[in-house]
């Protein structure tokens, strides 16, 4: 299984980005029932934190950090994973990391693998 991140960057407050997560080789595990794809962030100094989750059946889970700002969705061939992060604050700024498991958990200990992650910098 490997896991792909992209679209970090730069940008300023208030402004959008959209990261995604190309997942290849997950599709064995998929079929065997349910699955769940994630999002997690880690600013320096501090713990990985759960952003955003999605189910096998489409169910969505926010933190309530990004609640209204940030959008998980995963495409129809469910090979990439996306985040869209409108309204970004500067304590946005983070490692975001895509991961995958089999049940949705804003904790860490519920994924068994991991993307390398994209930076995301938002300034102000």
């Known amino acids: 299984v490997q896991l792909v991140e992209s679209g970090g960057g730069s940008v300023e407050a208030g402004g959008s980005l959209r990261l995604s997560c190309v997942v290849t080789?997950?599709?064995?595990?998929?079929?065997?029932?349910?699955?769940?794809m994630a999002w997690f962030r880690q600013a320096p100094g501090k713990e990985r934190e759960g952003v955003a989750t999605i189910d096998s059946d489409g169910t969505t889970n926010y933190d309530n950090s990004v609640k209204g700002r940030f959008t998980i969705s995963q495409d129809n061939a469910e090979k990439t994973l996306y985040l869209v992060m409108n309204n970004l604050k500067p304590e946005d700024t983070a490692k975001y990391y895509c991961?995958?498991?089999?049940?949705?958990?804003?904790?860490?200990?519920?994924?068994?693998?991991w993307g390398q992650g994209t930076r995301v910098t938002v300034s102000i």
């Open positions: 991961a995958a498991g089999p049940s949705c958990d804003m904790k860490r200990s519920a994924y068994n693998y």
């Open positions: 080789g997950f599709t064995a595990s998929r079929s065997a029932g349910r699955y769940c």
